[in-house]
């Protein structure tokens, strides 16, 4: 199985910062990785796919790069709607896509 | 638009059985890879089981196998988890998602139901 390993865990920032998250693979999976926020109590929302493209409708401020081990989500200029917790995803090895352990983004 | 909305999630005891329901719509139901992902209070998300549109082509996660069973009707578009000898770190709030692809064969999780809970 496909592990996949994010951090921090855990994030501090304001309103305007630019963060960044990095997820790594426990084995190249090209740019197969998707960024997911979650808001509690609610299902998450998918935000990046195949590593770099912003899906429909996602504010430009978030943004994602990288391949085979290793990836980052960044966001550029924090809004307060922002602070919430994000995952990431390989689809790589199907069916089983894997998720990484989540990142909590707090002010 | 595309619509997933899940049922089923209740209080039940250790051993004891429940079943799930996922109906869609807005969106041929028959053309996609469903799947369900569950999370537990305060945890990640933990993919449990996929089921392919129009073929038998079914997975379970090691966590789940011999207990839960997935399945569809296409023709009501709906989507099913029958989950028997249920243990108490099967807690969670299950997710349907639909399975999507782009153009150059990436794949994702474009579309979630609001989740059902289920407490054991």
């Known amino acids: 199985d496909i592990q996949m390993t994010q951090s921090p865990s855990s994030l501090s920032a304001s309103v305007g910062d630019r963060v960044t998250i990095t997820c790594r693979a426990s084995q190249s999976i090209s740019s197969y990785l998707n960024w997911y926020q979650q808001k509690p109590g609610k299902a998450p929302k998918l935000l990046i796919y195949?590593?770099?493209r912003l899906q429909s409708g996602v504010p430009s401020r978030f943004s994602g790069s990288g391949s085979g081990t290793d990836f980052t989500l960044t966001i550029s200029s924090l809004q307060p709607e922002d602070f919430t917790t994000y995952y990431c995803q390989q689809s790589y090895s199907s069916p089983m896509y894997t998720f990484g352990q989540g990142t909590k983004l707090e002010i | 638009e595309v619509q997933l909305v899940e049922s089923g999630g209740g209080l039940v005891k250790p051993g004891g059985s429940l079943r799930l329901s996922c109906v869609a719509s807005?969106?041929?139901?028959?053309?996609?890879?469903m799947n369900w992902v569950r999370q537990a209070p305060g945890q990640a998300l933990e993919w449990v089981s996929s089921i392919r549109g129009r073929t038998t082509d079914i997975y379970y996660a090691d966590s789940v196998k011999g207990r839960f069973t997935i399945s569809r009707d296409n023709a009501k578009n709906s989507l099913f988890l029958q989950m028997n000898s249920l243990r108490a770190e099967d807690t969670a709030v299950y997710y349907c998602?639909?399975?999507?692809?782009?153009?150059?064969?990436?794949?994702?999780?474009?579309?979630w139901g609001q989740g059902t809970l289920v407490t054991v």
């Open positions: 195949a590593a770099s």
């Open positions: 807005g969106f041929t139901f028959s053309g996609y890879t």
């Open positions: 998602a639909r399975l999507h692809y782009d153009s150059s064969g990436y794949y994702f999780y474009d579309s």
